[in-house]
């Protein structure tokens, strides 16, 4: 082991344990009840909420590996956690700090918990629907909807506008939620349909629907840890359970079907992992692992659950929870078909898989 | 061969479907959902409608199907209060019939099976719970049972006890009662929290020295197992019918939504879209035909386990591969409505009434017992 790892190894066991002390004991709550601000703020004093916000705004101003330790550490008890951490880290702050203005002040808030943010990204993945923005800019007034929002209850928001150079506007006050839609996952966080109607906003800058696109593209690595903490704590759980549970008087894990099913996933796990945290950091390997760490969680997770029967269908258990997520998160981060265009483009070496 | 079924069963599936697109929508669907709560309401709209005929058990079957097509989880609550009523009808004497079933039939009594326990979901046999017959003749029952449907609601259970201590053969020694509800020890404890269906009611049932009346007995003593593997042998086939309704449903509203945004086409879509749609027409198609062909051989008195258990599992796996290939087809659009219910609904399928696992080492140990059977009766050896 090299020093670094020593390091990161460190941080993936205080991670842990900060888990397992705060967040395990919440955790059917933070499904019941959302994502408390207590806990965010116990986050943010490890520096998980600002795990990528620079020192000098008060984050924690960890790299690239740290961060995704986190990330993948946290969403082993939470994923709604991690999905918060990662709103922050990788849409919120890449996109703040394009600003030549003051808006990277807010950075020191949202590091503390003081301030919630969040950004308007889900309009991007409704192609069919002509992938626009719901908020329209006209004498100084941020005015329209923005229909799928996920962290929802945050105090403050990006969105990109409908106006002549697609700004992107940093909102702080002046929207309102007119909507709480149907969560199958993430229920830490709020998802909703937002109404705007603010003089209180600043532009950050032109493009906003192609800055928020690109952030989305970068953060590859950083959403295939999320995918791999979900599947490795639910996985974990399947292990626990099986060899606890009892039927036809033997422990679940001695029949092949459990054991071999569950056995086979974790191999997928350490494979995903060390290529993850692996040394490729092209492009091509960034959406390869993404891609298979979204697969992965799929097939563990559904998996996971089977093994707690009908235990595994009530929250109590902690592990359909996973099973919902799972799927979400691959909806709200995973960019299925875009994902597979641009994997198909990196193997063939020219657009492919368009028709 | 060619299968269709009868004028009566296909009237029978059209009132079905117009009753449950008028009365469950989405937003009554969601209610219940978020809720939890079980719709009463809607359970006595369906009987007064005449749509819910139990005495015909292919009604039942298509009428399930198109309910759960619209929504499981208020589709399931509505129509399966007569849960177990085979193991009466089967087994039972005629005056538990005349007692007990009109009652069911008519709506005016909800019924359930108890057999599940904390320690003993797959393995039946594994239960612990006791009838132990007292000086009286009256029999005393001790014990609890897990995740019953119905169970808080319910009139009255069929329970799966054991009477005899467990001998070489841990199936031997169990029986069947109906208990009512309201005797005394009965308490029970509605189970919160599911991931889906959960329009229906769940309950965890404690009996405490609960005296039940000898006649209450059903069947044989000491055949309670034969009986209820029985019962599975044909409920399963309504859950085969269940998984079914919910993956045409998902895959009717998964249509709907791509119709509804791009080119408003489904033929100009691209290629992996139509790929998908097209292998989840197939698995539906093919999970319906093995569920109506199970489903023909035992309401013709011929039942045939393998195929049920094929039924099952396949129909089960499908309405999950269904749900999450509609998500994914639907996106963010899909997550937000509908969908994300039939996507949590589905996975109880391949869980109660038997697991996939469960179902596929019927299939397989069937396949070889037969193989043997047939081998011994030429003269051959069985090994």
Redo the contacts between chains.
């Keep these: 082991m090299t020093a670094d790892e020593g390091e990161y190894q460190l941080l993936r066991n205080s991670v842990r344990e900060f888990v397992q002390k705060n967040m395990d004991r919440v955790a059917v709550k933070i499904e019941q009840e959302g994502l408390s601000p207590v806990t965010a703020k116990e986050m943010a004093a490890q520096g998980f909420i600002g795990a990528r916000i620079p020192a000098e705004y008060g984050g924690a101003g960890l790299d690239e590996r740290g961060y995704m330790i986190v990330l993948e550490e946290l969403a082993r008890c939470s994923p709604s956690a991690a999905v918060k951490v990662l709103i922050t880290n990788s849409l919120f702050l890449p996109l703040v700090m394009q600003s030549q203005g003051g808006e990277r002040g807010v950075l020191r808030d949202v590091a503390s918990a003081k301030i919630d943010v969040t950004v308007d990204h889900c309009f991007l993945l409704e192609k069919r629907h002509g992938g626009l923005p719901g908020v329209i800019v006209d004498g100084g007034r941020a005015k329209g909807k923005a229909d799928h929002i996920l962290n929802g209850g945050a105090d403050e928001i990006v969105v990109a506008a409908k106006d002549p150079k697609n700004s992107l506007l940093l909102v702080r006050s002046g929207f309102k939620v007119v909507e709480e839609l149907p969560r199958l996952g993430l229920r830490g966080l709020r998802f909703v349909s937002l109404d705007f109607d603010s003089t209180d906003f600043e532009t950050i800058s032109e493009n906003g629907s192609r800055q928020i696109e690109s952030a989305l593209e970068a953060m590859d690595l950083e959403v295939a840890s999320v995918f791999l903490g979900l599947a490795a704590g639910a996985l974990a759980k399947a292990v626990e359970y099986s060899k606890a549970r009892t039927t036809f008087e033997h422990p679940l894990k001695d029949y092949q079907p459990v054991a071999f099913g569950l056995s086979g996933l974790r191999a997928e796990e350490e494979m995903v992992r060390n290529f993850v945290y692996g040394e490729r950091r092209d492009t091509a390997a960034k959406k390869m692992a993404r891609v298979r760490a979204v697969a992965l969680a799929k097939r563990a997770t559904n998996q996971a659950l089977q093994v707690h029967g009908g235990y595994g269908y009530f929250e109590d258990f902690g592990v359909e929870k996973f099973y919902r997520d799972s799927m979400a998160l691959s909806i709200l981060f995973g960019r299925g078909e875009d994902d597979m265009e641009k994997l198909s483009e990196q193997v063939f070496g020219s657009r492919a898989g368009f028709l | 061969m060619e299968f269709e079924l009868s004028e009566a069963v296909t009237e029978a599936r059209k009132k079905a479907r117009d009753f449950a697109l008028k009365e469950i929508t989405p937003d009554l669907a ?1 209610k219940y959902d978020q809720s939890e709560e079980y719709p009463a309401d809607l359970r006595k709209k369906a009987f007064a409608s005449g749509i819910l005929d139990y005495s015909d058990p292919w009604k039942m079957l298509v009428t399930m199907e198109e309910f759960c097509r619209v929504d499981a989880g208020t589709g399931i609550a509505s129509v399966a209060t007569l849960f177990g009523m085979e193991v009466i009808m089967l087994f039972g004497t005629d005056e538990q019939k005349q007692v007990y079933l009109p009652r069911v039939n008519s709506g005016d009594a909800i019924m359930g099976l108890a057999v ?1 326990e904390a ?5 039946v046999a ?1 239960i612990k719970t006791t009838a132990t017959k007292a000086a009286d003749g009256k029999y005393v029952i001790n014990g609890s049972k ?2 019953i449907t119905n169970g808080q609601l319910a009139d009255f259970l069929v329970v799966l006890t054991r009477t005899a201590q467990a001998g070489e053969k841990r199936h031997h020694g169990l029986s069947v009662f109906i208990v009512d509800m309201n005797s005394k020890g009965v308490s029970r404890n509605k ?1 919160a ?4 269906v959960r329009a229906t009611n769940t309950a965890e049932i404690v009996f405490d020295n609960v005296e039940v009346p000898a006649k209450n007995l059903v069947g044989e003593e000491g055949k309670g197992f034969y009986y209820i593997m029985t019962f599975f042998n044909i409920s399963r086939i309504y859950v085969a019918v269940q998984a079914v309704g919910i993956a045409q449903g998902a895959l009717d509203r998964t249509l709907e939504l ?1 119709e509804r ?2 080119a408003g086409n489904i033929e100009t879509e ?3 879209v139509l790929v998908t749609l097209g292998e989840m027409a197939t698995r539906i198609e093919a999970s319906r035909l093995l569920t109506y062909e199970a489903a023909s051989r035992l309401f013709k008195f011929n039942p045939d386990p393998k195929l049920t258990s094929m039924a099952k599992a396949f129909a089960a796996e499908t309405a ?1 591969f269904v749900t ?1 290939k509609a ?2 087809l639907t ?8 969908l ?2 039939s ?2 609904d589905a ?2 399928m ?3 009434e038997g ?3 469960v179902e596929k080492l019927i299939i397989a140990r069937t396949m070889g017992r037969d193989r043997n059977k047939a081998r011994a009766e030429k003269g051959g050896s069985t090994t």
């Design positions: 969601r599940t320690s003993a979901g797959s393995d594994g897990m995740f189970l929290g599911k991931l889906g791509l945004g791009g691209k290629e992996e999950v999450e998500l994914e996106g963010v659009e899909g997550l937000a409505g509908d994300e219910r996507f949590r996975k109880i391949e869980i109660w697991t996939s696992e």
